[in-house]
């Protein structure tokens, strides 16, 4: 079978000299590819008039109603995805973190988009900036979509993961993705892709597919595409400094080997939970997907006094380590994803050794139902390093495999010093009961490490591991790890769209993001807005209270109804020696009931629910005697699609009689589309 790739719509085959892919365990020919002949200038085109076009039409919120109902057709098709990865070497439970690990993070993208981006197409970043006196002039930074296309770059170690975790921001961010998966395993990644078509899901330009090389695709990029690319060093500096990349100052997020570290803590001793907790993440890491993992553990640092006993526990774990076809449900680890992978691995394998010694990991390899000479594989390898400080190779070398190297320290300041000689990592965990010394380990290595993970006996069970990048948090590392960043939630987002500072007045702002700005028009003060449905409610529909004076009764009041008797509102003489206040005042949370007092309207109507309060603030106290008035202003609006309702923000301030501003905050509500809620009350 020849690979096909997915150009405008249409699925091309290429020409011209093909790669073999093959079966990781047996060598059987799977599939051939090629992309010679391909048309990419076409492909850019396509993304960028159609795709880019098509998604930015769409708000967050209705791209983000894509993912999940993708994520929901991907969970139902799965299997004949799992069927499929055992030629890549993978074990089910490795597939389960590449295919379901895959989907699960386009369900948590979509859940994102939905709650943490506006249903528009223009997120905010920060506050208004106040830019001259009198408020008429102010700032705020936006971001809006990139007009170009997301090429995606992908390595071949998780073939679904790799490409679903780079498409779910990229369409969030309404920018379409041409993707290039590494050509060993694109026949996973290609049928992956290939269901994304068939659900019809995606708007037309959406996705595109290359099944072999990039040809000249690089010669026609521009500063409005960006250039994600998980794999090697060595490619990521060829390609980040491809004449095109750096003339148009292409966007481009590195994800590079990297050599990832362990540290066990000096408080960690044999016996301890952390002990038996370390030991088995280290030999999880070596052999869930044969190690070839980007962010598996190849320093195991530990304190020298506890060395033997952590060599020998790990080799007792190894031993019992089944290995062979990945197909065979007592098999827990399967081979490397090709032969030319295992001559790579054995080859950088063969360079650590010339420093550590090897405690296990030699000799004939036991394998169940399968051929050592067809296959992959390697055994999984445990190296030794005594002398840490005068090795290089155990600072320099990733054999990309089942390989760790247990590495003794002294003291934590030198454990943090060999973690750091990986010059820049992807992930570091420390297995500690200690908080003291664990925060001085995270501290340490911060500066070097993308994501830092602490495990001990209270979090264990709960623990998402060490090697497991969670799409909620960043994937990525400084230096040698690529100086990217991937996922971390929206910042993922983010990276494909373009950040603007816009200056102007109040309603300009308010007309630019569809977010009402504090000092823009007011509309329609003669209807209160509760009165008014979901889709009546306007941007900037104001509605301004009459005047309650605050007495002594109300505080005392509230004082007996809530139990807060804190001195300032109940004592006057104490409260006198108070700076602030110099006298009682009223409490907080009632000039917030009071407010409600003022501006809610009671009869039935299309306001459903009251569901909160953000950025509230107090700025001036009020004592027995002042009045108070309010104002509430409509300033977002986001419907919850298909739920008959939707979320409406108010700016809200309440003043005093002096007009001075004493409490600032949003409200939030659930607003009807219809004008009353169909069910009668209960
Ligand atoms: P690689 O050779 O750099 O390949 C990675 C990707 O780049 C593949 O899709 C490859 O396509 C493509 N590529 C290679 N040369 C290219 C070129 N001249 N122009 C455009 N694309 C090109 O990496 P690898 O050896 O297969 O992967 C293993 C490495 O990836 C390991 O070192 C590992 O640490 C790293 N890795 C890092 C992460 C991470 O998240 N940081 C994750 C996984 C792996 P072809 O397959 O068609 O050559």
């Not at 033997?308 to 062979?324: F, N, Q, S």
């Not at 209270?545 to 007996?560: K, Q, Y």
Request: proline residues 5%; neutral net charge.
């Amino acid at each position: 079978m020849q690979l096909q790739s997915f150009i405008a719509g249409h699925w091309v085959s290429g020409i011209g000299r093909m790669s073999a892919l093959c079966d990781a365990t047996t060598g059987e020919l799977i599939a051939n590819a090629s992309s010679e002949g391909l048309d990419f200038s076409a492909m850019l085109e396509h993304a960028r008039r159609v795709g880019g076009t098509n998604l930015r039409r769409l708000t967050f919120h209705e791209r983000a109603a894509r993912l999940k109902a993708l994520a929901k057709y991907l969970t139902e098709r799965k299997e004949a995805l799992y069927d499929l990865s055992y030629a890549t070497g993978a074990t089910r439970a490795d597939a389960w973190i590449d295919i379901d690990g895959g989907i699960g993070t386009l369900f948590v993208y979509a859940s994102k988009g939905m709650k943490e981006l506006p249903d528009g197409r223009v997120y905010l970043d920060g506050p208004v900036e106040s830019l001259a006196k009198g408020g008429n002039f102010v700032g705020q930074h936006i971001y809006v979509s990139l007009e170009g296309a997301a090429v995606h770059i992908n390595a071949f170690n998780f073939p679904v993961w790799g490409m679903l975790e780079k498409l779910a921001p990229a369409l969030l961010a309404g920018v379409p993705a041409i993707v290039k998966p590494a050509t060993a395993t694109a026949y996973l990644a290609a049928r992956a892709f290939r269901q994304i078509v068939e659900s019809g899901l995606l708007p037309e330009g959406a996705v595109q597919l290359i099944c072999g090389g990039v040809g000249d695709l690089f010669e026609h990029l521009t500063c409005q595409d960006v250039i994600a690319f998980t794999g090697s060093a060595s490619t990521a500096r060829k390609l980040r400094t491809h004449p095109r990349v750096v003339d148009r100052a292409v966007r481009f997020t590195a994800e590079t080997d990297s050599l990832n570290s362990s540290v066990l803590g000096p408080d960690a001793v044999t016996g301890t939970p952390e002990f038996d907790l370390f030991v088995r993440e280290v030999v999880r890491e070596m052999t869930v997907k044969a190690g070839q993992k980007c962010t598996a553990i190849r320093k195991a640092i530990v304190p020298a006094g506890e060395c033997a006993a952590v060599l020998e526990a790990l080799r007792a774990a190894l031993a019992k380590v089944v290995i062979g076809d990945p197909r065979a449900e007592s098999v827990r680890m399967g081979p490397l994803a090709s032969l030319a992978q295992r001559r790579e691995v054995l080859e950088q394998l063969a360079r650590l050794q010339r420093e550590s010694a090897t405690v296990c990991g030699q000799g004939e390899l036991m394998l169940a139902g399968a051929d050592a000479e067809r296959g992959a594989f390697v055994a999984p390898t445990l190296l030794h390093c005594n002398d840490p400080q005068g090795a290089q190779a155990v600072h320099e070398v990733e054999a990309f495999g089942p390989v760790s190297t247990v590495v003794p320290y002294r003291t934590v300041d030198e454990a943090i010093d060999l973690a750091r000689r990986g010059e820049g990592s992807l992930v570091g965990s420390v297995f500690s009961a200690d908080d003291a010394i664990a925060a001085g380990l995270v501290l340490g290595l911060a500066p070097l490490h993308g994501r830092i993970l602490v495990v001990n006996r209270h979090c264990a069970k709960d623990s998402t591991g060490h090697g497991s990048p969670l799409p909620h948090l960043v994937h990525g590392g400084p230096g040698r790890a690529g100086g990217g960043e991937e996922l971390g939630g929206i910042r993922g987002v983010l990276h494909y769209m373009q950040r603007t500072a816009v200056q102007g007045t109040p309603d300009l702002l308010t007309a630019v993001t569809g977010r009402w700005v504090g000092g823009s028009r007011e509309l329609d003060p003669l209807v209160h807005p509760f009165r008014k449905t979901f889709g009546a409610v306007r941007i900037g529909d104001t509605f301004r209270s009459g005047e309650r004076e605050v007495t002594l009764e109300d505080i005392e009041r509230f004082a007996a109804l809530s139990g807060d008797h804190f001195y300032a509102h109940m004592d006057e003489a104490a409260a006198r020696r108070n700076p602030l206040f110099g006298g009682r005042v009223a409490h907080g949370y009632f000039l917030i009931a009071a407010a409600a007092g003022l501006f809610v309207d009671p009869p039935l109507g299309p306001v459903l629910a009251n569901y909160g309060i953000d950025g509230l603030r107090f700025t001036q106290p009020i004592r027995p005697g002042d009045r108070i008035r309010v104002r509430l202003t409509c300033k977002e609006k986001s419907l919850r699609i298909g739920q008959g309702y939707g979320e409406v923000r108010w700016d809200t301030q309440i003043t005093n009689h002096n007009g001075l501003t004493v409490a600032q905050y949003d409200v939030l509500t659930m607003v009807s589309e219809r004008d009353m809620p169909d069910a009668p009350p209960p």
